[in-house]
């Protein structure tokens, strides 16, 4: 089941619909493209002995889209690697929804301070319109990757606040009736 | 009142002067190399002259990202100076001092990185642009290719030998191997090594002597010194950071700047003598060019290569800098 | 405060982060935070920086190999390769660990850095393993640090870098980590077979030598589709036909059709879940790897190395006392920089007081390697640990202990051998006439 069946509220519902069609959309494409490029490289190079200059720098594009994007993806879905060892010693239910509310508020934090910085980086960016080496294409277009997946991590990353916010809250509600 | 006013702002102006600045400073060579011992003579000797007000960091070996990088973090203000080749990626124009046979002698070379030449005027303006101000230039070697199999008539430039060898990815480099008979291929410095080891090439173009005998130690069988670009550092300090400094500041980089481009112009071609002793020493055959060999190589490619790269870098700008040596 | 002290608050505070399961790219972004603010550290060039770093496409070797991993296990060539793996050891208790192990190797030997192992034999062997009965802690582990061995048979990337900066033959250092990566490799095994008496595992059963025979055969011929990858990738590399980068994507593209068509182990529609499955792995990995590398540029531009290396040495002078106090610095390096970086600050560093001592430089380009080496699996920076936990799909808790068993009793040893046995790097290197 998809998270956003669970999103009552239909604008949000939208956006959070239109924002992972995008990250897919572009993690597909960049996941296929890059290994047919790079085997249609080294076809040139070895069968038709013509291997074809800036294709490395065209890889570049795809490769920062797919890291960013598909960190973005790791977002949604919740998977991003942990190694906690203390949290296996909490085994109250309450200190854990509260830690976890923490934990969420935390991530949301260093997420909105690094997306503030890739956002200067693309504004950066946009204002020097720099071409790449070769096939002159806008550096903007790789480098605007770098906020654009962040934003997105950020607005995953504000969900899960909100959603550890509520398993909280909900958590001390039904113990109070109990 | 307008007396202490007036004192007051003089005492600024004194602590302005006073005030210590630690600098930091990027290159791209190892600890210990020798441009990093210029570099750190460069640094003792600014420091000195501005009467200890001025400090370094050196960050060598690209320890701050690939000159490029560096570059930029230059212009922002994040790093203070560095000493490299000029990338491209702000402006095709700083890839114009790679391009190929731009000179194709020592004397050339002094005349074409000359303090007040059209190419260095060119890129004094360019670097003001983004935010960098020139200091000084730093003259390496001239280039030529490494291979690792065997040559067909090295000394000819109109051989058609079909060797792959390594370009680095600037057109110039790719029309320049086509020009010579190579088949150019664009691979990552990164993987330059290990792809001549196995063999996806046989050879590179676009350094030369020292970085082949560092970087590719023990894979080189021929050496081929065709002069066919000048490898020439520049020395660079963000405006804000350079505008901040007092004069007494300015002058002692200034003068350390001039001094250290004027001891490299001195032992350069020696040291490139140097590296291709070394790399016969480890077994390398380095192919003997006469100067009228080399003259035919420089007019071959730049019949062929200049046309198709001059509009890159602004067609203006591209003659000016190869009518200075005429 | 002085910046080492703030260097040192901040890794406390990013094991910390760790060890309350935050997110890692947030861990790392705490940290990154901290020092920031706390040593005075622009951001502005920040995302610059790790841009540059991302795109190279030596790193880019490894989430190239885990699609191509996904579709080799998805296409049925992983399962065609192991079942005929398992003619040969299936009846050997522990010959499954065993064969991780060489394959890592293996795999390690064509690519020079530390994660194309795990990448490329973690999403086929590690399930294997956990299908025959090894706890998915230990298989995941085994398969993690024996990937490392990227790092010390030959190309390894730290090497041309430590070629380069100290002027010394790269293909003596090469030679130089033979000795110890297969001293590793034979401990690990042992290490497994030891390990595996511990689990129940599940062997096929015992046959005459003429059914194995038979078995053998049929696995032979129904493998051969599946065996054309080792020999293309392998190959391939070894005959110059493509870089390591390039053979993951000739891998990944090369297992489809096998898939679609001759096994007939897929549809068109399951490798669109199979490419999802592997953008998950590649996204959780990749924006670690690039917050992982903003931290440690902090720790490059607070020059931290220098600062450490400068305590440690003004303590004595003892050429014993100064061989462990040098590599317990590089495993210090290790826990908080990348190999390549922690090669680019400490061999130079390192190495006038090396030639002081008397070791010659190319028995100290194995010192340096399997230290740092090491590096990519301690924890904190242990980004080749935190892709073997993804790609074994195991948890910190259950890889920490079987992987710090097998650093401790099979890599630790091999470090110490390394430092104060010259010969076994040495050896090699003066079999070919460099020293
Ligand atoms: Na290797
Ligand atoms: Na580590």
């Known amino acids: 089941m998809e998270y956003y069946e669970g999103i009552k509220t239909p604008a949000l519902r939208m956006i959070y619909r239109a924002i992972i069609s995008v990250q897919r959309f572009v993690c597909y494409i960049c996941a296929i493209a890059l290994p047919l490029i790079i085997t249609y490289q080294v076809v040139l190079r070895y069968v038709l002995k013509a291997p074809l200059m800036g294709i490395e720098e065209l890889l570049t594009f795809f490769i920062i889209w797919l890291y960013m994007m598909s960190g973005s993806v790791a977002s949604e879905r919740r998977c991003h690697i942990e190694c906690g060892i203390l949290t296996l010693y909490i085994k109250n239910e309450k200190t854990i929804k509260i830690f976890k509310c923490f934990k969420s508020i935390f991530s949301f934090i260093i997420c909105a301070w690094l997306t503030r910085w890739a956002f200067w980086y693309f504004q950066y960016s946009l204002g020097l319109w720099k071409t790449s080496g070769i096939l002159k294409i806008p550096m903007f277009f790789g480098e605007s990757s770098m906020f654009l997946g962040l934003a997105f991590m950020l607005f995953f990353a504000a969900l899960e606040v909100i959603d550890s916010i509520r398993e909280l809250i909900a958590f001390l509600k039904e113990g109070k009736r109990v | 009142g307008c007396g202490s006013g007036a004192d007051s702002s003089n005492q600024a102006q004194e602590q302005k002067e006073e005030q210590t600045v630690t600098l930091s400073l990027a290159h791209i060579r190892p600890v210990g190399s020798t441009a990093d011992l210029a570099i750190q003579a460069f640094a003792e000797e600014a420091t000195e002259l501005s009467g200890g007000t001025l400090q370094f960091e050196v960050y060598p070996a690209s320890q701050l990202g690939d000159y490029t990088t560096v570059q930029e973090r230059v212009g922002i203000g994040d790093v203070d100076m560095q000493i490299a080749s000029l990338g491209s990626n702000l402006d095709k124009v700083f890839a114009m001092s790679n391009a190929a046979y731009l000179c194709s002698t020592w004397d050339e070379a002094k005349v074409m990185f000359a303090g007040n030449s059209p190419l260095i005027e060119i890129y004094k303006e360019k670097m003001a642009k983004y935010n960098m101000t020139y200091l000084a230039s730093y003259p390496l070697y001239f280039g030529g290719i490494a291979l690792n199999t065997d040559p067909v008539d090295p000394t000819n430039p109109n051989a058609r030998s079909g060797i792959k060898i390594r370009v680095p990815a600037m057109s110039t480099f790719e029309k320049t191997a086509t020009t010579l008979g190579y088949l150019a291929t664009p691979l990552a410095s990164s993987e330059m090594f290990t792809s001549i080891q196995t063999g996806v090439v046989n050879g590179a173009i676009g350094a030369g002597a020292e970085m082949y005998y560092g970087n590719l130690s023990g894979l080189v069988k021929y050496y081929l010194p065709i002069n066919d670009h000048f490898e020439q550092w520049y020395m660079y300090i963000n405006t804000d950071k350079w505008n901040s400094l007092s004069d007494n500041q300015r002058n002692a980089l200034q003068t350390a700047a001039d001094n250290m481009q004027k001891a490299r112009w001195d032992v350069a071609e020696g040291e490139t003598d140097e590296y291709e002793q070394k790399l016969r020493d480890s077994g390398t055959i380095v192919v003997d060019y006469t100067d009228e060999q080399l003259g035919e190589f420089a007019k071959v490619v730049r019949e062929a290569v200049w046309p198709a790269i001059a509009e890159e870098y602004g067609t203006e700008n591209f003659e000016a800098v190869t009518n200075s040596i005429k | ?301 607070l020059q931290v190395p220098q600062a450490l290396i400068q305590i440690i040495f003004n303590l004595t002078t003892n050429r014993v006392i100064i061989l462990i106090l040098m590599n317990l610095f590089l495993f210090l390096v290790g826990m908080i920089v990348n190999d390549s970086t922690g090669m680019l600050l400490c061999a130079p560093l390192l190495l006038p007081l090396v030639r002081e001592l008397g070791i010659s430089p190319i028995h100290f380009s194995a010192i340096m390697g399997v230290n740092l080496a090491m590096g990519g699996v301690t924890p904190p920076y242990a980004s080749i640990l935190y892709l073997g936990m993804r790609i074994g799909k195991c948890e910190f808790q259950d890889i920490l202990k079987p992987a710090m068993k097998l650093l401790i009793f099979g890599y630790v040893p091999v470090v110490f051998l390394t430092s104060f046995w010259p010969e076994l790097s040495m050896f090699l290197p003066k079999l070919f006439g460099f020293a």
């Open chain 3, 1 to 301: 405060m002085s910046t080492l002290a703030i260097v040192g608050i901040d890794v406390i505070l990013l094991i910390l982060l760790l060890m309350l399961s935050v997110p890692l790219p947030y861990c790392f972004g705490g940290a990154l935070l901290f020092i920031s603010i706390a040593a005075n550290v622009s951001m502005k060039s920040m995302m610059l920086w790790a841009y540059s770093q991302s795109i190279g496409t030596v790193l880019l070797a490894s989430p190239l190999f885990i699609l191509a991993g996904t579709y080799m296990g998805g296409s049925g060539v992983a399962k065609k390769l192991l079942d005929l793996c398992d003619a040969f050891v299936g009846r050997i208790k522990g010959g499954l660990g065993v064969v991780s192990v060489i394959t890592c190797a293996i795999i390690g030997a064509i690519s020079g850095s530390g994660f194309t192992g795990v990448a490329a034999t973690g999403p086929i062997m590690i399930p294997r393993m956990v299908e025959q009965g090894y706890s998915r802690g230990f298989a995941t582990a085994l398969v993690t640090v024996s990937s490392v061995l990227g790092l010390l048979i030959p190309p390894s990337a730290i090497m041309i870098i430590y070629g380069w900066i100290t002027e010394t033959s790269i293909l003596a250092c090469f030679l130089a980590t033979v000795g110890p990566g297969i001293l590793v490799m034979i401990l690990f095994c042992v290490i497994n077979l030891v390990e595996c008496r511990k689990f129940d595992l599940k062997l096929m059963p015992p046959m005459s030598l003429k059914e194995k025979a038979e078995i053998t055969g049929k696995r032979t011929v129904s493998a051969i589709p599946a065996l054309m990858m080792p020999v293309i990738i392998l190959g391939g590399i070894y005959c110059g036909v493509f870089t390591p980068t390039e053979a993951a994507a000739v891998a990944a593209i090369y297992s489809i059709p096998v898939g679609l068509f001759i096994y007939r182990a897929m549809k068109l529609r399951d490798i669109k879940q199979m490419t999802f499955d592997s953008i998950c792995s590649i996204g959780s990995i990749m924006v670690m790897i690039v917050f992982c590398l903003m931290l440690s540029q902090t720790f490059v531009m």
